[in-house]
């Protein structure tokens, strides 16, 4: 039998109409990074630009975005007491924030947005440990 690879995650991409305003989008309300653009100088298929969130590389490349919305999403660890203010920071830079989730307690808080092109985000405060001694529980 052959072993498995070790695989970690290496980066997400999303595809969105403005490289520019997403990546402000992460930068600014979430503290984000931005270490790259392409201005033009495209590698791969389109423009695109590279922030570090959380230690992940994130890149945005610009195109035609998803055309529907649903509830398939990344999910962003963040402590609660960070909750409000990153809250406060998508709206005033024009997410659309989401009414919470029904949700048992002790499984952690969740805020969940929408970039400017159909992509859903969570901000999520529990830890898999946490969520499975809750559920553990019935």
């Not at 035609?64 to 990344?74: L, Q």
């Not at 029904?102 to 499984?107: H, S, Y």
């Not at 969570?122 to 529980?137: D, S």
Request: charged residues 25%; proline residues 5%; contains cysteine.
């Amino acid at each position: 039998m052959a072993t498995a690879p070790t695989l970690g995650l290496s980066h997400l991409t999303f595809i969105v109409r403005d490289v520019d305003r997403t990546a402000r989008l992460f930068c600014e309300a979430l503290g984000g990074q931005a270490v790259y653009d392409s201005q033009g100088r495209n590698f791969s298929l389109s423009r695109e630009k590279f922030v570090l969130l959380g230690g992940l590389w994130l890149a945005f490349m610009e195109g035609e975005p998803p055309a529907d919305r649903t509830y398939r999403h990344v999910a962003f660890a963040v402590a609660d007491e960070d909750l409000p203010a990153c809250e406060a920071r998508l709206r005033a830079l024009g997410a659309e924030v989401k009414p919470p989730r029904p949700r048992v307690e002790g499984e952690g808080q969740s805020l969940y947005f929408y970039d400017f092109d159909n992509h859903l985000f969570e901000l999520h405060t529990g830890t898999l440990a946490q969520r499975l001694a809750r559920y553990a529980q019935g």
